[in-house]
């Protein structure tokens, strides 16, 4: 790969010469790089699921990028050689990590990251039987990463189910038993 600079002829010049070089511009260089072609080996079974999830993350940047606010947000994360489309795509190929579930009284606190920002923690509350007694959103705290629920009462032998989501949809689903 090779940068061009102060070069009159490669100024206007993008594509491919032949099966040889490939020119095109990022961040305002210009980049001369040797022409890539389709690989001959048969892809692995982690290569198809890469590239499907890869795909659906693509489809996904680019709703999302239709939303001017959305879009400008991922853009003021771009670093250098990036763009909004980028950061998109990356903070749809990964889901929120829900990292720790603890029960403080009757509240429900949650703590969910995501690279960017989780979007909405979900919390529904389970009896013994299995039978949903409450749900609802919980709210974010100031440190920006705890999620706070008040919980009308926590049965024994139940459960509570925290769903973690970020902009893109991408879900993360974790349970805490109620001793």
Do not use: C, H
């Amino acid at each position: 790969m090779a940068i061009v600079k102060d070069n009159i002829l490669m100024q206007l010049v993008r594509g491919s010469l032949g099966k040889q070089i490939t020119i095109y511009e990022r961040n305002g260089q210009i980049i001369m790089a040797k022409k890539r072609g389709p690989s001959r080996k048969k892809p692995t079974q982690k290569q198809l699921e890469a590239r499907l999830k890869m795909t659906i993350a693509s489809a996904r940047a680019q709703l999302m990028l239709e939303d001017p606010q959305i879009k400008a947000y991922y853009q003021s994360l771009a670093g250098p050689g990036q763009n909004a489309y980028n950061i998109a795509v990356k903070d749809a190929y990964r889901s929120p990590e829900v990292q720790n579930i603890r029960l403080e009284k009757e509240e429900v606190v949650v703590a969910a990251q995501n690279e960017f920002r989780v979007a909405e923690v979900e919390v529904k509350v389970v009896d013994a039987d299995g039978v949903i007694t409450e749900s609802g959103r919980a709210i974010l705290g100031r440190n920006g990463v705890d999620w706070y629920y008040k919980a009308a009462t926590l049965p024994a032998g139940g459960k509570i189910i925290v769903v973690a989501k970020s902009l893109p949809g991408n879900r993360t689903v974790k349970e805490l038993l109620v001793t």
